[in-house]
């Protein structure tokens, strides 16, 4: 009887594709020398040599459409194959996270577009809780709250504001002032299924966080 002939097993990336990771190798470069304060504004000192620099920047396009971050903002849209990498930076962790909240929101609609309406507001935006046991399942937790939200009311915060931060126990509250979304008034992107763990990764590095995360369209 004849023995087949062994099957050499396919090697495994865990995480994130070799090149998200890249992607992600090379935003984080990148931010480690042209740092976005937090009220955004640029150092001087800011490298425009780099290589991703040559690229066309969403800040070159209008900024009244969704998936284009409005200028001074801290966070971007990294390529990705089938959904959208979703890449924040701060100051501090919580900063990172209510940016990244805005940028999953900037896929959705277009948060230059938005006004801010102070009963919206508070009937849909406050307090806003997440909770987790480590900084990614935090990260999780925190968009999938805000997403939860907007699907249970349509609304859409222009800003997120921290209230409360417990790094200990990794619980996080929040705020948002926006409105809720008016198809007839706002200019409409994609629909954000689901927050996933694909690619995600919470850095930190010489005072500044930067995070990533796929969301499912």
């Not at 900024?63 to 966070?75: A, K, V």
């Not at 959208?84 to 701060?90: D, K």
């Not at 409105?179 to 995600?200: I, P, Q």
Request: aromatic share 8%.
């Amino acid at each position: 009887m004849s023995v087949p002939p062994s099957k050499t097993p396919k090697p495994r990336h865990p995480g994130p594709s070799l090149e998200l990771q890249r992607q992600i190798n090379d935003a984080i470069a990148i931010r480690s020398k042209t740092i976005t304060a937090y009220d955004g504004t640029s150092p001087d000192e800011a490298d425009a040599t780099s290589p991703l620099d040559s690229r066309p920047h969403p800040h070159d396009f209008p900024p009244d459409e969704p998936g284009i971050p409005p200028p001074g903002s801290n966070y971007e849209y990294l390529d990705h194959p089938a959904d959208i990498l979703l890449h924040s930076w701060g100051k501090d962790f919580p900063s990172a996270l209510a940016d990244l909240a805005l940028a999953m929101f900037g896929c959705i609609a277009s948060l230059s577009c938005l006004s801010v309406d102070a009963a919206q507001s508070e009937r849909y935006g406050r307090r806003i809780v997440a909770r987790g046991h480590d900084a990614r399942s935090l990260v999780y937790a925190f968009l999938d709250e805000w997403l939860f939200n907007f699907h249970d009311s349509n609304f859409i915060p222009r800003r997120i504001e921290i209230e409360e931060y417990d790094a200990t126990n990794y619980t996080i509250v929040s705020r948002g002032e926006g409105e809720v979304l008016d198809l007839s008034r706002h200019a409409r992107g994609v629909e954000v299924k689901a927050v996933t763990y694909n690619a995600m990764r919470v850095v930190e590095e010489a005072g500044r966080w930067d995070v990533f995360v796929v969301v499912d369209i």
